[in-house]
């Protein structure tokens, strides 16, 4: 019976292990960086239209995402195919909570579909740490927020060399990366795109920014 | 006299600019209400219509058309526009390209779907499993820039109406009620006689968001190569451009 027990809480470990990154560990900065101002990115536009290719197991699939900011409601996101279909329609609010408001094509939940494709889309919107996150550093020296969320659960902003931009952000549990973004170009995602490797629920997504002269 | 003609004509400046003042007010009143419908014409006019439109169009010609797209959501206060190609050689092979805001090719040859997307320059192939339904969509398209409404019978209610200067629409209705749920209805705009040219494709869904496709220069007859359909650069551009050319 024990054995039994021992065999199950394993295959839970193994599996828990399975759904998420490399473990990421960091430590707190000594003397915090009096560095302010950092933001993912200067001036977030009024509407940004990003391509999307996305991988989830061995199927690839591209679209277009639409956000458009606004002022009362926070953010509106659209997801649209080649010719014209709608994939997707959400509205978010300033903190990016998500609601599906219209159709979802994607075969996934509508509460999973706002906590990861519509965040991903609006990330470089919102990725800035708050005032209350701690200062800290990585193994390889890189400078770091900490945004702790439970205690179980934190947010990583890792910051660019030139200390003022995000570079990186990663959602933890426990010490293992359960979410990771890069920017490709910090400072500016609106002009270098970004990418996204999620563990829980699993896949890859390339953000690649589209000029549509508006 | 003189003066008299000086003051009619004053008079008549006035009356002119306040014609103006009014129409420039009333037109944007005007352009604010939702048109009705214009009444279908009766079933036989309509079948009359449609078969001259096949006949003008259909048969085994190749075609290939730039177009502007737009779609427009009641959520977002701008459209997103996009341009594009679609080039089509009966019976089985298609090419749909869009040029802006991205690069992607969709090609359908003889059962056979390949797409491809340019980054960073360089075209890579994508997984082209998800994209069975873009092909049928497709496929119905380049039905109708050739003018054959009779095979829809099965899933929409076709009707004709007049639209203005000569224009006519052919309008498109599901007949299933799973089908209305995604596509409410679709609008073909067809030019005037004697061409009679496809101009454009409105697919209008429920709720008010809807996507125009805007025939902006259209090639039928071209003897397209078969790269066309097999390669994602295929020298479409100089092809095009050549054709535009002649007289």
Known sequence: MRAARTFSALLALLFIAGCLGGRLEYAPAARPDTKSGISACGDPPQRQAWRVRLRRGRQDSVFTVLVERDVQSGFGVAALNDVGGTLFQASAAGDGSAVVIQRNLLRIPDSVLARTFVQDALLPFLAHPPETASAGFLENGRSIRVNRLSRNRASIYVLSDSGNTIAEFLRLRGHHIAYHARFNTPGQPFEGGHEIISYSPRYAAAYRPLDTGQ | ?247
């Open chain 2, 1 to 247: 006299m003189q003066r008299l003609s000086t003051e009619s004509r004053m008079l008549a400046a006035c009356v002119a600019v306040f014609s103006l003042l009014l129409f420039i007010c009333l037109v944007p009143a005007f352009a604010e209400d939702p048109k009705p419908e214009a009444e279908a014409w009766p079933k036989e006019q309509a079948g009359k219509f449609l078969a001259e439109l096949e006949a003008r169009h259909g048969g085994d010609k190749s075609l290939a058309a730039v177009f502007d797209q737009e779609k427009h959501l009641k959520m977002l206060k701008a459209p997103l526009a996009a341009k594009g190609r679609i080039c089509f050689v009966p019976p089985g092979r298609l090419r749909f390209e869009i040029t802006q805001p991205f690069a992607s090719v969709l090609l359908y040859s003889t059962g056979d779907i390949r797409r491809f997307e340019q980054e960073n320059g360089k075209w890579k192939t994508l997984d082209a499993r998800a994209v069975r339904v873009m092909v049928l969509v497709m496929e119905q398209i380049s039905h109708w820039m050739q003018g054959k409404f009779q095979e829809q019978s099965q899933v929409f209610d076709t009707t004709v109406a007049p639209a203005p200067e000569q224009r006519v629409t052919v309008r498109l209705r599901p007949k299933h009620e799973r089908f209305r749920e995604f596509i409410e209805g679709i609008d073909i705009a067809v030019g005037p006689p004697p061409e009679l040219r496809i101009q454009a494709i409105t697919v209008r869904e429920p709720g008010g968001d809807y996507t125009e496709m805007r025939f902006t220069r259209e090639w039928r007859g071209l003897a397209l190569p078969d790269s066309v359909f097999e390669v994602p650069d295929a020298p479409l551009d100089a092809l095009l451009a050549d054709e535009g050319k002649k007289p």
